[in-house]
């Protein structure tokens, strides 16, 4: 299984930007994808998850401001970043549990990194 990420830029505060995910692979389901963010500390935050059923969790943060949606059928998930600030710079990755091999496991994509300038 492998992970591909794209959407990452420079952007002004402000402005928008659209992240996507999408799974390769021998895949039968996928029970939840999900973007995280990786900052100074070199922690990974999570940013949002969808469910297979379309649940979605955002972080305090970035409420009202991003939509996480998922295509089941490609195997992708979008993060459409709006009102973008400084501090939402960072490496963002996205991660898959799905099965592949019989049981569920997590895949992380590459990172692809958003830079906000103020």
């Known amino acids: 299984v492998q992970l591909q990420a794209s959407g990452g830029g420079l952007v002004q505060a402000g402005g928008s930007l659209r992240l996507s995910c999408t799974a390769s692979?021998?895949?039968?389901?996928?029970?939840?994808m999900g973007w995280y963010r990786q900052g100074p500390t070199n922690q990974r935050d999570l940013v949002a998850s969808?469910?297979?059923?379309?649940?979605?969790n955002y972080a305090d943060s970035v409420k009202g401001r991003f939509t996480i949606s998922g295509d089941n059928a490609k195997n992708t998930v979008y993060l459409q970043m709006n009102s973008l600030k400084p501090e939402d710079t960072g490496v963002y990755y996205c991660?898959?549990?799905?099965?592949?091999?019989?049981?569920?496991?997590?895949?992380w994509g590459q990172g692809t990194l958003v830079t906000v300038s103020s």
């Open positions: 969808i469910t297979y059923g379309g649940r979605t």
């Open positions: 692979g021998n895949i039968r389901s996928i029970n939840t």
């Open positions: 991660k898959q549990i799905l099965d592949a091999a019989g049981y569920y496991a997590q895949y």
